[in-house]
């Protein structure tokens, strides 16, 4: 099929799961089946997050795999409440269903069963990886609720307020997920490494979140959400917010400004326990946190304002990786 710019509509979401469906089953077996959907899966990665495909690039093959497992599967629900031209009662449906497909994966332990039994290609390949890298099966249930959020949002009190009902289901989960994947120096999931690795996990995720509602208020408050906390708001004097209105928009730069101030606490503080991780992905995790740093960065100078969504140019992020491990990268990002 035609390889489409993102973002993707629902009939080509659909075209690309019904096509690789029936690829995945008429492998020989589950192994060349999963290099299908895998295959499928980096072309989402790709497609939506630039700066995450490149830093993945750095893992080893089978984690990398997994890896774009996750990514699939926790992009499909966000392009379902993001994106789809849907009502509301579509839109939880879609994510009921999803979530039902879940539950039916986590039952079946052949990945061509359970496309046999109609679940769809990449919830059922993270099946895979749930259960190959022993993730919680509750973990991706509250990443699910965080999205059934997304449809009908509400607003949040304070920053423990957000992190706690929002975050927590949105952002720390899914870094809970790759943690499993890259896992612990040690090996062992119930060592001490792990817990460090988890609480690392826990706190890019937050970072990551909070930069990524930072860059887009604007876009946000378009879609009904507001993803600042109130208190802080209103400590300047904003009861009503508005990102359009030019008499609140130094308030809500002051707003910003302490944000990314936090997020780069939670940015330093996982970075503190980068050797937590396996060796063999620190490289990623490192690029990762010093790409998107990188925006946090920008969004906090950038003379701007709040209405401007900044992105960190190509050959920026290439300055923060290894220049010794430039080969993994596809020649077509190298050459930009």
């Not at 750095?58 to 984690?63: E, I, Q, R, T, Y």
């Not at 423990?160 to 999931?189: C, K, M, Q």
């Not at 460090?196 to 408050?221: C, M, Y």
């Not at 910003?256 to 326990?273: P, W």
Request: proline content about 5%.
């Amino acid at each position: 099929m035609a390889y489409a710019d993102a973002p993707w509509s629902l009939d080509y979401w659909k075209q690309l799961e019904s096509e690789t469906c029936q690829r995945a089953l008429a492998s020989a077996n589950d192994k060349e089946a999963w290099e299908v959907v895998i295959k499928q899966a980096r072309k989402v990665l790709r497609s939506y997050s630039t700066s995450f495909f490149i830093v993945t690039r750095f893992l080893p093959p089978a984690k990398r795999a997994m890896v774009e497992a996750i990514y699939a599967a926790v992009r499909y629900p966000d392009e379902i409440v993001d994106t789809f031209d849907l009502s509301v009662s579509s839109r939880r449906k879609l994510l009921d269903d999803w979530a039902a497909h879940y539950e039916v994966a986590l039952s079946v332990e052949s990945l061509q069963e359970r496309l046999k039994r109609g679940v769809p290609c990449f919830i059922a390949s993270f099946a895979q990886v749930v259960h190959d890298a022993a993730i919680p099966y509750e973990h991706y249930r509250s990443f699910l609720d965080a999205m059934r959020h997304d449809v009908e949002p509400r607003q949040f009190s304070t920053l423990d307020d957000l992190i706690d009902s929002y975050i927590y289901g949105s952002a720390i989960v899914v870094g809970y997920f790759l943690a499993y994947v890259y896992g612990p120096a040690t090996g062992d999931l119930s060592g001490h490494d792990f817990n460090r690795a988890l609480k690392a996990s826990k706190d890019l995720g937050i970072a990551l979140q909070l930069t990524n509602f930072l860059r887009d208020v604007a876009e946000d408050q378009k879609r009904g959400r507001l993803y600042l906390p109130l208190n802080l708001l209103r400590a300047e004097g904003i009861y009503a917010p508005d990102a359009t209105d030019p008499g609140q928009q130094a308030a809500f730069n002051r707003v910003l400004s302490h944000l990314t101030q936090i997020s780069e606490d939670y940015y330093a503080d996982a970075f503190a326990n980068l050797d937590a991780f396996s060796p063999d992905c620190r490289t990623a995790i490192q690029a990762c946190i010093e790409v998107y740093r990188q925006l946090n960065r920008q969004i906090k100078t950038s003379p701007r304002g709040i209405l401007h969504r900044e992105s960190v140019p190509m050959r920026r992020k290439f300055q923060v990786l290894p220049p010794s491990k430039y080969w993994r990268l596809p020649l077509a990002y190298l050459t930009q």
